[in-house]
């Protein structure tokens, strides 16, 4: 844990060294220029990444160890376009509007991610086995319908919220004031810490469910908890930054192959490292054009197809299920 | 907590979805340090009564009672103290070290946002060496054969330290000499911890050499008592509606077979 933090102190560091415009470390504190460009720009940017990283990669770690599917992510079991779906929803409204105090695009978001992991989740489910071909497959469905109900409703609205809707969906960073990752940390953090406090049994389940059952786990209880949790998470993350694939999906990868299988040792692990991984990551889509920025969400994705598919061939290997 | 108590299910019944009952009205008690072997031909109902027991199946109808309190009363980890399942097969998907997976055997002794400590590790190291599987502890469950896997899957319902120990046909991938060895273990541990056991087999030897035999067909009790009394040959023939099955008594144990 404690590399782990180190990596991601230093991968803070990066991220708010670089960018199109270079600021001046020193100058932080004499230039005003400097100033608004760090605080309102780039340290915001730094810390959405942080947050929607780190949400990303344990959300990846928490489905991957529910359904026993190490192909399991936010993006690949269509969690994320179903936020992305009711957060298109909520911005084509122009709900900017709030109902107690949380934006409506977050509970917009939430709404759709929850009806995402529902539908595949109980389509895959066939009594007490999660086949993981169905699950995948639902994912991949739920997915193309959401994106055809985002595409929709981009033809429907008018151009500029569709231009919106189309930039936000690639997965973007681009951050205005420290006061929006704020709002997301008061839903994100509870959130983040419920779902570690169910590691244990997570690792339980991850073993095997009619064991975890006779071990003492209320396994349907911490499933539906898990689900709603990784639902918040996500649709939370999906309506600040966009559906932004596969992070959940090689994070928690690399924290099992450097610290081995125990989930209460990978969530923890692949909330850190997701938060460097993005912030890396969108450094690198800052810089990476000489002119101008790449969507991060085109960086992950390019990064991260491969290694599904490079998990794809290896899981063939060892289990024909 | 407190002595060993006495397990008991009454007038068990289970259908699967709308179907046809698959177990009905099965009674059978397991006192405390007696082994009790349940037998029966393929789809007799024996893993849904084995699962029934484990608290993985809900009853249709009748009753499972630990130390006189309903099954499903109990709280689950106290309840997870009191009995082990060992399951057919488990197919874990993560390649989790062995000794991990006999560690999980110790969740319900776990303090709550603690990892196990030595103590836990000494008593999987002791489980494994019991189930003669020491040898196995750093190798990655996926990469065992089935017999491994369920060798490590003994360990870690061992680990757990039970008092009831549940097990669905534990042997079907062993070897003679690994059978013999487990039979052996159980012997062992029923005189060293007061065990006992309620066994799902097909395997005939290992049945004889429990305290008792309940034979199943098509989902009701056939035959119960001594294995003396359910091995005779009419009794099995019955069992297995099968007139070609044959029983001979060899010294003190019973020689099943079928002619072809």
Redesign the interface.
Same mark, same amino acid.
């Given at each position: 844990m404690a590399i782990l933090t180190l990596i991601l102190l230093a991968s803070i560091a990066v991220g708010v060294a670089v960018g199109s415009q270079r600021i001046d470390l020193t100058g932080i504190f004499s230039d005003p220029f400097s100033r608004t460009l760090f605080f309102r720009l780039r340290l915001p940017r730094v810390l959405l990444g942080l947050v929607i990283g780190a949400s990303l990669a344990v959300t990846g770690g928490a489905l991957q160890a529910l359904f026993r599917n190490p192909l399991a992510d936010p993006y690949t079991l269509g969690v994320s376009g179903g936020g992305a779906l009711g957060a298109s929803v909520a911005i084509a409204l122009g709900w900017s509007a709030r109902v107690g105090g949380v934006p409506l695009i977050f509970a917009a978001s939430f709404a759709g991610a929850m009806v995402a992991v529902t539908l595949v989740r109980t389509i895959a489910r066939s009594g007490a086995v999660v086949l993981p071909g169905a699950l995948l497959l639902s994912g991949i469905a739920v997915n193309l319908i959401a994106a055809a109900g985002v595409l929709t409703i981009e033809y429907l609205t008018d151009p500029s919220s569709a231009l919106r809707i189309l930039r936000w969906l690639i997965g973007s960073l681009d951050v205005v004031g420290l006061a929006p990752v704020g709002r997301m940390m008061l839903v994100l953090a509870p959130a983040w810490l419920l779902l570690l406090a169910y590691s244990r049994k997570l690792n339980l389940i991850a073993i095997d469910e009619d064991t975890a059952a006779t071990l003492g786990v209320n396994v349907r209880r911490c499933e539906s908890v898990v689900h709603a949790l990784c639902a918040l998470i996500v649709g939370v993350t999906v309506s600040a930054g966009g559906a932004i694939g596969f992070v959940g999906l090689i994070v928690p990868h690399a924290v099992r192959m450097m610290f081995g299988e125990d989930l209460r040792i990978v969530l923890p692990g692949s909330l850190l490292l997701g938060a460097a991984f993005l912030i890396l990551t969108d450094a690198l889509a800052r810089t990476v054009l000489s002119s101008g920025e790449l969507p991060v969400g085109a960086v992950t994705g390019l990064l991260g197809g491969p290694v599904f598919l490079w998990l794809l061939r290896r899981r063939q290997q060892f289990a024909a299920m | 907590m407190s002595g060993p108590l006495t397990f008991e299910a009454r007038n068990l019944s289970y259908a699967y979805g709308g179907g046809p009952l698959v177990v009905n009205g099965v009674s059978l008690t397991a006192a405390p340090g007696t082994m009790t072997a349940v037998i029966g031909s393929n789809g007799s109902g024996k893993s849904t009564l084995i699962r029934m027991l484990? &608290?993985?199946l809900k009853p249709r109808s009748g009753s499972i009672l630990l130390g006189g309190v309903a099954l499903d009363a109990w709280? %689950?980890?106290?309840?997870?103290r009191e009995? !082990?399942?060992v %399951?057919q097969s488990? !197919?874990?998907? #993560? %390649? #989790? %070290?062995a000794i991990?997976?006999v560690l999980? &055997?110790r969740?319900?002794h776990?303090v @709550? #946002?603690r #990892?196990e400590g030595g103590h836990d590790t000494e008593k999987a190291m002791e489980a494994l060496e019991l189930a003669d599987a020491a040898h196995l502890a750093s190798r990655p469950f996926?990469?065992l054969s089935g017999g491994e896997r369920q060798m490590v899957i003994l360990a @870690?319902a061992l680990a757990?330290e039970p008092r009831l120990l549940l097990l669905d046909e534990p042997s079907s991938s062993l070897d003679l000499k690994h059978r013999a060895a487990l039979i052996r273990t159980l012997m062992e541990l029923r005189r060293t911890r007061n065990l006992s056991a309620i066994m799902v087999t097909h395997d005939i030897q290992m049945a004889g050499a429990f305290d008792r035999i309940v034979a199943l067909r098509c989902g009701e009790v056939a035959a119960s008592g001594t294995p003396d009394e359910v091995l005779s040959e009419p009794r099995l023939r019955d069992v297995y509606d099968d007139p070609n099955v044959r029983s001979r008594r060899i010294g003190n144990q019973t020689l099943v077979w079928a002619d072809l």
């Open positions: - | 484990a &608290g993985l709280e %689950p980890r106290l309840r997870a009995i !082990a399942y %399951p488990t !197919a874990t998907v #993560f %390649p #989790f %070290p991990d997976l999980s &055997g969740a319900p776990a @709550r #946002f #990892f996926t990469s @870690r757990q």
